[in-house]
């Protein structure tokens, strides 16, 4: 039923590849089937002006996407500005990312997430997130193995799915296909014992409810849980 | 327990004054508590270029803050450019409000709901989604009565309360102050029947469970109820 | 003769409302018949660089109109940035509660009144500057009560009022209809001893004389006593 | 008394150099001391979208300062945009040139005049003023030469003077020494006839009288009628 | 003596991997040592308006680079707006590029070349005229294959290399580190048949001869046939 | 053969005039033809924060045109915010006079050369250059003879002239006819001693050879010993 032929409850393929450029302190590449981001950490000893001397760390995020990342071209963002969409996108990931991270422990730096859609295919904030935990922890095993943090900052994983109902059904991690279609969307954000960091449910046109959503949530759940297993293995 | 000293699951007052202002094709102030939101709904006959000749209607929003609605002094946004919160906000009352709405019924045409809070103590979005569509059914009880709409195109009411885990307790409609402190806090966007249009929750140094989640849900559908028999008593 | 049936020097009824605002220093909400502005009056401990450690203080001025504080909805301007016209007016204001203020005895401190028109029917400018100069002696009041300052820094009253030749004749507080016909307007910002502080009369698609003038200042003086008055029974 | 020994009604040496640049439809550098301004006039065979198909004419200023026009550099607006006080003159500039024209004898056709500082020594806006209406003259004499417009649109000379209160005595046409001391100065746009167009008084630390405005008033109609004399010649 | 251990006139290993994207019409990554360009054609049907009926088409490009391209993170563009680099690169790219191309061949379509830098290390201009040449030439081919062109609109290969004097030595293709510190830097686009395109050599902190130029020249030479054929092998 | 009956290798007339504005420390109007540029040379006592006690000083340029200073007027920078043109082309003009420049010798202040162009027919940049560098040289004239500096920071002289391909010919110094239809063209800076400091040579629709470019080169020569003969005679 799904255009992708998937089973309601099936991820796309995931793979994360890491150290992908030699200038950030750390880096992956992840794809969910045609959804593509490029994720570097940029670890810098200052933090915004609200953190000065209060010897707390900060964590946050930018994202963008190349102009023919998407099926029509898009306007570069360079040129027009960012979008509300865009500035929404990126304070999502940044949030979401604070909350797998011991803000005390990091110390007064910051590290800041990029994360560039090379390709999109759906779900592009939600591959930001998991592969933007990806370089978060690479960059944050250099400032362990540096000798510069003594308890490690990062508490749990932090990965994030979408799910909505598509031609009626709750389906896992939707594609663009079934994205456009769809009713009702959102994104949930989970840590890797599964407790809730964010929950974004949206219908356009349609309502949904309180059992839909409990649902999606059990769907989210599996999702987080095959995502997390991936970065495991990425980051070894 | 809590700072104004009201029950877990109590509301703050409402109050919904109508036709606040002469020129607006519907209009009221929307107060829950110390937050105050005038709401203008303004219709032109005309729509944005992605529905010209589709015979379908829109509505969006746009919301504002006073500068000195707040406790200190912001920068006015018409100097500075409307923030990245600005644009989420006003997104999500658009949002909220179409799903309210037959857009055929309403036909080709478009109502611009403004939301100005001129005082501000927690849940301001809410307040500008609850008011906006007091604000909105009286726009097309206009439409209604002049005889340019058969059908009527509000299909239900709208209404917006936001929750959060206070001091580690769920609690109703959060003012500032428990705003502030909340390490989860959120927004659900309602029909009058109950049915979810928009969830939005959110961690910041904190996670939360489902069960948490799940008495949110409760609480809110309790303050929403409430909110739609303001919105009764104000519309007539 | 007037669209309103009042005489050529008769104001609209004067309405001022005080304490609107739980936040701001001084707040007030000024009515010139259907001309509504909110002002408040906002004190930081901080001056602008120009007077760092001068020992003068300042009083500085904005002003806003709700998109839809007019009979069409006009473009917000947090979206398409403050107009020429906007910048012109707050300059006014600004300059004008100015030359009521003695800078010595304020202290190195800033006042900013924020002029908000919820709606408008003409003359807003000058209603701005009347209750502007309400928010400002209120606020102004706080700092005496606190012993913050000693001298009282406000020296006399300020007030604002239109005048204009319509249909031929010098009229006193012209509305909105009467503004868009008049070849010539303009505004005459006054003490309380009815001293002048700024003369602005601008013709479009006419000219006028020197008696003209003069007859437009003598309405001028005749509104400006009545504003005074209203300003005097609103601060007590 | 006056820093540049001048008697209180003495102008500075007026000076209007036509045909300056080749490729304006009218042009000329006008000299009101060290002041100097470059004023070119363009026709454009359009109006401003407002006036499609109204018949009427339309005419518009534009004023730049370059960066080094005054005594210490400025910032060029290039980069950091207009200033308020720069569209508030040139919206000035324009009104003032439109009340001396005839936008029915001009015809659906648009005349910009810029007004581009390149020395600065105080009164450049009523410089601009009466040097725009030199280029406007000669441009629509180019008009009128070709046969494309059949009646004058020129109604009369448009000319402006700056007057104030230095040292406690009324002054006219203010250099910059004067200007920057002045409590209270403004400018003054006149017909040739001597009928008033525009009055801006304006007081910063300082109030004025009625019998102070008139002496300005008295002062200003001299030195238009000298600005006239200088158009004349220039004209020809 | 080159920190590469390059020879003098020794280009860095060149590669190019085609079809990087499944959305553009043409696309490759081409990297030469650690610089690496994505670059992607995207074909439109329609023209700038000055080329409207003109029979003409138009190639353009933009350019921009991942905050973390670089050793130390940029500011992400799209927030603080193109700089002058990145807009004088991009009218380069597309200058060049267009000079390789028949707009009578091409037709009333555009075609715009992006190139995003995702790793730097010196001569990324370069880099992307030359990828962009193989997106467009891919692009193109699409065009042909789909029967919308009959004559071939690629007239031929664009390529482009950086050289310098670098510690006094002429240099072909300069990397980060070289490019630091070389006062003489520049770029030489030819076509396949080496004639020249577009010549771009500058001096900071010193000068240069004719001598020099023309080894500059014979240097860039011989760098560019072995990007004409990293570009034949690429293309097919 | 060339529109304006030049020979090939012949320059325009060249005037330049100094002390042309009574505020800046150094200034000229350069005519080349019918381009004159406005340059003034202004003196800070700070440099950019990148050379803060580095003892090293900084000359920088920023470039403008008036809107009418071309055949059809062109926006207002001011109002529609610099080009990338513009942005290219101030680039280059600073980098042109610091090659010229000691700054060590200068000593840590800035010298900010504002070129403006008052009426264009090519080769704007070019003369920009030229008579930038005149400004500059008035400027350390008045810094050398007030002691403020001991040894002269300029080196050489600097100037520039465009060259190009017309009709198939190459010429010297390009008026905008000539410009318009050269299908080759660009610029030479040179010291007084001909060595080089910058090229571009640029191809739209054509491309070049080498000995093409040889010429070009010769031609330019000639054009800058002119060129700094007429800065000679200039400064004295």
């Given at each position: 039923m799904r255009p992708s032929h998937r089973n309601l409850d099936e991820m796309r393929p995931i793979s994360i590849e890491t150290g992908v450029t030699r200038h950030a302190e750390g880096s992956c590449i992840i794809r969910i089937g045609d959804t593509h981001v490029l994720c570097t950490a940029t670890i810098e000893e200052k933090v915004p002006p609200f953190l000065k001397?209060?010897?707390?760390?900060?964590?946050?995020?930018?994202y963008g996407m190349l102009p023919r990342a998407t099926n029509t071209r898009m306007r570069r963002e360079a040129k027009v500005g960012q979008s509300g969409r865009t500035q929404e996108i990126q304070?999502?990931?940044?949030?979401?990312?604070?909350?797998?991270?011991?803000?005390?422990?990091?110390?007064?730096?910051?590290i800041t997430v990029d994360c560039d859609v090379l390709q999109a295919d759906g779900g592009t904030r939600c591959a930001a997130i998991t592969g933007g935990w990806v370089a978060l922890r690479l960059a944050v095993n250099k400032l362990i193995k540096a000798g510069e943090v003594t308890t490690d900052p990062i508490?749990?994983?932090?990965?994030?799915?979408?799910?909505?109902?598509?031609?009626?059904?709750?389906?896992?991690?939707?594609?663009?296909?079934?994205?456009?279609?769809?009713?009702v969307d959102g994104n949930f954000v989970m840590t890797?014992?599964?407790?809730?960091?964010e929950v974004q449910m949206s219908a356009e046109g349609a309502t949904f409810s309180r059992e839909e959503m409990s649902e999606l949530m059990t769907l989210a759940e599996k999702g987080v849980k095959e995502l997390v297993e991936a970065q495991e293995a990425a980051v070894g």
């Amino acid at each position: 039923m799904r255009p992708s032929h998937r089973n309601l409850d099936e991820m796309r393929p995931i793979s994360i590849e890491t150290g992908v450029t030699r200038h950030a302190e750390g880096s992956c590449i992840i794809r969910i089937g045609d959804t593509h981001v490029l994720c570097t950490a940029t670890i810098e000893e200052k933090v915004p002006p609200f953190l000065k001397n209060t010897g707390l760390g900060w964590v946050t995020a930018e994202y963008g996407m190349l102009p023919r990342a998407t099926n029509t071209r898009m306007r570069r963002e360079a040129k027009v500005g960012q979008s509300g969409r865009t500035q929404e996108i990126q304070r999502l990931i940044g949030r979401a990312l604070r909350a797998g991270v011991d803000r005390v422990a990091l110390g007064e730096r910051q590290i800041t997430v990029d994360c560039d859609v090379l390709q999109a295919d759906g779900g592009t904030r939600c591959a930001a997130i998991t592969g933007g935990w990806v370089a978060l922890r690479l960059a944050v095993n250099k400032l362990i193995k540096a000798g510069e943090v003594t308890t490690d900052p990062i508490t749990d994983h932090i990965a994030a799915v979408s799910c909505g109902i598509y031609a009626g059904q709750p389906v896992l991690d939707m594609d663009y296909l079934e994205d456009s279609e769809a009713g009702v969307d959102g994104n949930f954000v989970m840590t890797g014992s599964l407790r809730l960091v964010e929950v974004q449910m949206s219908a356009e046109g349609a309502t949904f409810s309180r059992e839909e959503m409990s649902e999606l949530m059990t769907l989210a759940e599996k999702g987080v849980k095959e995502l997390v297993e991936a970065q495991e293995a990425a980051v070894g």
